[in-house]
């Protein structure tokens, strides 16, 4: 076992009915976006269905069981992975009873990282389409690489990320929106990019979140949308690892958060609690290091993305050279593609002209539980984590949807 990750051919056991959940892959397999067809893309579009925003299309099938709902929370809990709910499971016993019960699994959007799947959720779009293409991107036509979770205006949010939210087009149809998390992400760039169109409250921890999220569901007299968002189980998965002790202290407040909300919903409402990504292991074995490795820096300008998804930006005329390179040092454990081979096997969607730039020319997509890390080049806590995302694994791709009604 790997940081929580096991080896058996499935999850937690699949919710009965019509949407119910489908078997799992190998935690390790690779998972493609299911972008239109049970993606995170799908969950707001499906939510403003239910509540009878026109032209809102509900792709995940949430209008028959969810008949007569008027208010929806839509809860993210960062990190929590369809694959990390067994492990879970002795602490949050809710969590694991409602998986098992009302739960299905969805994937992220690639790369299977937080900014990426925060707009993506917020969009309703697939990545290529918002722009928001990895943890770090560079910045076109300058070296700049600028990282979405310390994003503070520059660039322009409203032109980085130019697709109107859904909660803009909620509230544009008369739905009472409001976004409930961490006080200091309010106006940051990602916030602005993933959640513009919704009254922001902050709330500094899980019983906060649980109330903010309550009071806010219960003041509408109409259709209500409330969106909130956890980060603390993927910070302790990062710090100390899947199953660690902080682990396990993160996943019971988690629980904790889940069983308030559950216990005080409307009976006209419903809760919506999904993922952004999964998380797994990395080993000390299974470290490469650009930044001691002179051959993986050969060629290369500039380098984004993280540690399971790396963007390489080459000197022009070297991407035959650096792809050649890489896939001789990396082997098995990691896939060497020019973008134009990414983008055409539809791991971003569809990519606008404007926004290739922001991907590699050459992207290394790590395989199994293989990290490339820039032990000088980045930060170096980025190095000294346990557990790591952003890959397409199941385990990182696969995450939950959750439906409970009031």
């Known amino acids: 076992m790997t940081g929580g990750v096991t080896p058996e051919p499935s999850g937690p056991p699949a919710a ?11 935690p390790l397999a690779l998972v493609a976006p299911r972008y239109g067809d049970g993606s995170l893309a799908d969950v707001l579009p499906s939510a403003l ?29 960062d ?3 369809w694959y990390q709910i067994p492990t879970a499971a002795p602490y949050a016993p809710t969590l694991a009873g409602l998986a098992a019960t009302v739960g299905r699994p969805l994937t992220s959007g690639f790369p299977s990282t937080t900014p990426t ?10 990545p290529g389409a918002h722009g928001v293409l990895g943890f770090t991107v560079r910045v076109p036509g300058s070296d700049r690489v600028l990282s979405h979770i310390e994003w503070a205006g520059d660039p322009d949010p409203l032109r980085w990320q130019p697709v109107p939210t859904q909660l803009e087009r909620a509230r544009a149809a008369g739905v009472a929106v409001t976004v409930v998390s961490r006080p200091e992400f309010g106006g940051s760039g990602l916030t602005v990019a993933a959640n513009r169109g919704g009254d922001y409250r902050g709330a500094a921890g899980a019983d906060a979140l649980a109330g903010t999220m309550l009071a806010a569901l219960r003041a509408g007299a109409g259709p209500t949308l409330v969106s909130g968002y956890h980060p603390d189980l993927d910070r302790h998965g990062h710090l ?48 490469f290091d650009l930044d001691t490795d002179p051959r993986l820096r050969a060629g290369i300008e500039v380098v984004a993305g993280e540690a399971r998804v790396r963007y390489l930006h080459v000197v022009p005329g070297a991407v035959d050279d ?8 990396l ?36 395989n199994d539980t293989y990290a490339v890390l820039a032990t000088r080049s980045e930060s170096p806590l980025a190095s000294r984590l346990v557990a790591y995302h952003g890959s397409d694994t199941a385990a ?11």
């Not at 009965?16 to 190998?26: E, L, M």
């Not at 996943?251 to 409402?269: I, K, W, Y």
């Open 240 to 287: 100390t690892g899947v199953d660690s002790a902080p682990w396990r202290v993160a996943a019971s407040e988690v629980d904790a958060l889940l069983a308030r909300l559950v216990d005080g919903l409307p009976t006209d409402a419903a809760l919506l609690v999904t993922a952004d990504h999964g998380q797994l292991d990395v080993p000390a074995g299974h470290r």
């Open 79 to 81: 990190g929590l992975g």
């Open 117 to 126: 799947s925060l707009v993506t959720l917020g969009t309703g779009a697939a």
């Open 49 to 77: 269905a239910v509540l009878g925003v026109p032209g809102a299309t509900d792709r995940l099938g949430l209008t028959g069981r969810l008949a007569g709902v008027r208010r929806l929370a839509v809860l993210l809990v």
């Open 16 to 26: 009965s009915g019509p949407n119910g959940g489908v078997p799992a892959p190998d």
């Open 396 to 406: 990182e791709m696969t995450i939950p949807l959750l439906v409970v009604r009031g």
């Open 331 to 366: 082997g098995d454990a990691a896939r060497v593609r020019t973008r134009d081979e990414a983008v055409a096997a539809g791991w971003f969607g569809p990519v606008p002209e404007e926004h290739l730039g922001r991907i590699g020319d050459v992207v290394v997509t790590c």
């Open 322 to 329: 650096v792809v050649a390179t890489w896939s001789a040092v």
